[in-house]
């Protein structure tokens, strides 16, 4: 099963629609062969996020939750181990990447998706050639 399968499965029930908010995804380091540091700021301390991604381009891309997700499948991340961070008291969540060497030179596109206790927002797409 695609990992974007298994994100739209195990997400719990959402709002009708994602919540309005100032969140925003920061990506760090997107070099092939090193490591990246993926960061979301303005998100509700103690919430988790989670990173998502695409190679295949935006969306929109419709879940069974009541909102779309801004980016094509297949999408991976979310779920996936290592992909998600819990808030901090800054409202800033971080996790680190590898980027596979192989990937220089390809353009993916990442979106984050925060999780407060079931009323979810998602920050505006991001985008960029991998380093």
Do not use: K
């Amino acid at each position: 099963m695609r990992i974007a399968a298994i994100f739209l499965l195990l997400l719990p029930a959402l709002t009708a629609s994602p919540m309005i908010s100032n969140l925003i995804m920061r990506a760090v380091n997107v070099n092939g062969g090193s490591t990246a540091t993926l960061r979301a700021h303005y998100a509700t301390p103690g919430s988790t996020i989670y990173f998502c991604y695409s190679m295949a381009g935006t969306g929109p891309t419709p879940t069974p939750y009541g909102f779309s997700l801004d980016l094509s499948p297949p999408i991976g991340g979310g779920l996936a181990p290592g992909w998600s961070a819990t808030v901090n008291a800054n409202g800033e969540a971080m996790i680190y990447v590898g980027v596979p060497a192989g990937l220089t030179g390809a353009l993916v596109w990442g979106q984050a998706i925060e999780n407060d206790g079931g009323v979810f927002s998602i920050s505006p797409v991001i985008d960029g050639v991998v380093g």
